[in-house]
């Protein structure tokens, strides 16, 4: 139960998550962190059950510094969501599934990409991506104000904006939102 959005804009992306942690109908904690560096090239919002989301992600960088050391170059942002979604994949078809959904966002030298992973291993690419509880939500306001020469500064407000209108009718998102941009090869974070 979370909100997370990644938005591609024409000069990077940016991510967005609220912080609440919640049990059922019980606020577990209000000061999560949903938004990990994969690198400096790559990030991650989580949604989903923490523990398993935590787990893939640091299964995911030691996987990708392993892969990056034995070829000589760093993976893609499209073969960081493959990985994940390949380990996401093979733990469901062994019956201990990821409870998870991970935004994947990042840009390598093909340019900026947002990509999605859910918990059956499956990948899409759009242009800007939401996933949990609140994500339907998210979507109404991605749709509405996404347009495809947004700037990153745009993207970052718009991401905030979808985050905090699913913070209005999900119970499961809420506490404020965290939001990370990457342009010209740098992480910029920002939470309020």
Do not use: C
């Amino acid at each position: 139960m979370t909100t997370t959005v990644g938005i591609r804009s024409k000069d990077g992306v940016v991510l967005a998550a609220d912080k609440r942690a919640s049990k059922g109908f019980f606020v577990g904690s209000k000061a999560v962190q949903k938004l990990f560096h994969l690198d400096d090239t790559t990030a991650v919002a989580i949604a989903g059950q923490m523990s398993d989301a935590e787990y893939l992600v640091n299964l995911a960088k030691a996987e990708r510094r392993l892969l990056a050391l034995r070829r000589g170059y760093p993976l893609s942002v499209k073969e960081s969501a493959k990985l994940i979604a390949n380990i996401v994949y093979s733990a469901m078809k062994n019956y201990s599934p990821f409870y998870v959904e991970l935004v994947v966002a990042g840009v390598d030298r093909d340019g900026a990409h947002v990509y999605t992973s859910d918990m059956s291993g499956a990948i899409t690419s759009e242009d800007f991506m939401s996933s949990g509880s609140g994500s339907p939500i998210a979507y109404g306001v991605l749709e509405q104000g996404y347009r495809t020469d947004i700037d990153l500064d745009g993207a970052r407000r718009l991401a905030e904006t979808a985050v905090r209108a699913a913070m209005e009718r999900d119970p499961g998102s809420g506490n404020g939102v965290d939001v990370l941009a990457l342009a010209n090869g740098r992480w910029h974070a920002g939470a309020s």
